[in-house]
């Protein structure tokens, strides 16, 4: 039987995570590569684990720090190193999670001889109708073909430029129409048994409570978020967790610090995606969030995870969203 050649293409820690869940039943019959594009902060061990149990090679291209100039310069040096990786044209299966990516639409294009399956991977809500969107105007778009090529393509939501031939979603029936139309759409299937062994959530007490930020930025939107927080632990008396995004800065931490200073507040990593901290869990814990995708696969991932989500301030298209996921509302007492 001839091997499989796949290739995955991660940026983020739980775009690792579905790597490992679609994949680990395939790595008997397939050659496996993950090109990972280090655009948010991501924990070296955690990745070092999942190319080991996959039998994976890696191949690390250069991310988006240092403002937009060198992110431009990084992504033409990320396309000219895949030019020079030849088992890309012998690819059979493709999985990919952000298809406006440069780096992903010219990884397409050099499997496209071989015309291998192309699969749209769940990131976050981008395939559902609560995604994001993105600035789309006339002038990015000419300048994003000056410098990458005039193949590379420009849409305003992910999904959008339609690269792929399959979709892999947790909800399937949520997933965008104008993306799923005359696709294959496959549910991604979740065994707990397959983390036993690199799932760590004893540091997590039991008697706790767990908020997972959203991306914060520079935007000074943390005290909005944080007087949420105040608000209902005003009668909490266990034990408080805090999970910032990925690609926010350790100073955003310490700001946030700074303004729970009067209760007892442990910093979990976020560089290691917040499902890890629940898999191999049995015991209830609860995980709070506020315009953040982790509650979803939390609740699809983790039976043993309350997630809920603050509803205080939260756009009518996410309370509904939430309610499709089966993700209820937080309420304090």
């Known amino acids: 039987m001839t091997k499989k050649l796949i290739f995955s293409v991660c940026h983020t820690p739980l775009h690792f995570l579905f790597t490992y869940v679609i994949l680990r039943s395939a790595k008997a019959n397939s050659t496996i590569t993950i090109i990972w594009i280090k655009e ?34 990084n992504r033409i040096s990320n396309l000219r190193k895949l030019k020079s990786i030849d088992t890309l044209k012998e690819a059979t299966e493709l999985y990919i999670f952000n298809d406006l990516s440069p780096e992903v639409q010219l990884i397409v294009r050099l499997t496209k001889k071989n015309n291998p399956s192309v699969n749209l991977v769940e990131d976050g ?20 073909k000056l410098f990458y090529g005039p193949w590379w393509r420009k849409s305003n939501r992910i999904g959008g430029v339609r690269l792929h031939n399959a979709i892999y979603a947790i909800n399937p029936a949520l997933v965008r129409k104008e993306i799923s139309n005359g696709v294959e759409i496959k549910k991604i299937k979740f065994c707990v048994n397959s983390f036993s062994t690199f799932c760590d959530s004893d540091h997590i007490k039991a008697n706790s409570i767990v908020f997972l930020l959203p991306f914060i930025g520079y935007e000074n939107s943390e005290v909005k978020i944080i007087n949420r927080i105040k608000s209902s632990l005003r009668e909490f008396k266990g034990n408080v967790y805090l999970k910032l995004h990925p690609q926010d800065k350790p100073m955003v931490a310490k700001k946030i610090l700074s303004m729970l200073d009067s209760f007892e507040c442990h910093i979990l990593r976020s560089d290691m995606p917040a499902e890890i901290y629940f898999i191999s869990s049995q015991s209830e814990r609860t995980v709070v969030g506020f315009k953040t995708s982790a509650l979803h696969v939390l609740r699809s991932f983790c039976p043993s995870v309350k997630a809920k989500y603050f509803g205080v301030g939260l756009e009518d298209n996410w309370i509904r969203f939430y309610k499709e996921m089966n993700v209820e509302e937080y309420k304090t007492n």
């Open 125 to 144: 809500v981008a395939i559902y109708d609560i995604g994001g969107y993105f600035n789309t105007n006339f002038f990015k778009i000419l300048l994003g």
């Open 40 to 73: 948010s902060d991501i924990n070296p061990s955690y990745v070092r684990r999942i190319i080991q149990e996959l039998g994976a090679s890696l191949v690390c291209l250069k991310g988006a720090e240092g403002g937009s100039i060198n992110r431009t310069l």
